[in-house]
């Protein structure tokens, strides 16, 4: 049985930083992507990092202030977000199972954490 289970969210201040984990079981060794849908709004992608981590990829409107990384050892991958902005604000949620394809497109994950909200105040 496939489990995710994020942490790290939380209320912080425009500017500050938070670091998200999510932690799996029951799944075999695939790419990991964190995605985040705000209130209204599509869920999108925003970040990914390959199985043995040589490869990550971002959405535009973070690159350059979050950081994705991962631990095998430990089946955990992480999420550190500096900067934060208000814009920021949603409930992240961890995804992997990866079929292939753009790895922003929410179909081709198998298995979705229940998501950490993260909430930015300006």
């Known amino acids: 049985q496939v489990q995710l289970v994020e942490s790290g969210g939380g209320l912080v201040q425009a500017g500050g930083s938070l670091r998200l984990s999510c932690t799996a079981s029951?799944?075999?060794?695939?790419?990991m992507a964190w995605f985040r849908q705000a209130p209204g709004k599509e869920r999108e992608g925003v970040s990914y990092?390959?199985?043995?981590?040589?490869?990550?990829d971002y959405v535009d409107s973070v690159k350059g202030r979050f950081t994705t990384s991962r631990d095998n050892g430990k089946n955990t991958q992480y999420l550190q977000m500096d900067s934060l902005k208000s814009e920021d604000t949603a409930m992240y949620y961890c995804a992997t199972d990866f079929i292939g394809g753009a790895w922003n497109d929410r179909k081709k994950y198998n298995s979705w954490g229940q998501g950490t909200q993260v909430t930015v105040s300006s």
């Open positions: 029951g799944v075999a060794l695939r790419g």
């Open positions: 990092i390959s199985p043995n981590g040589q490869f990550t």
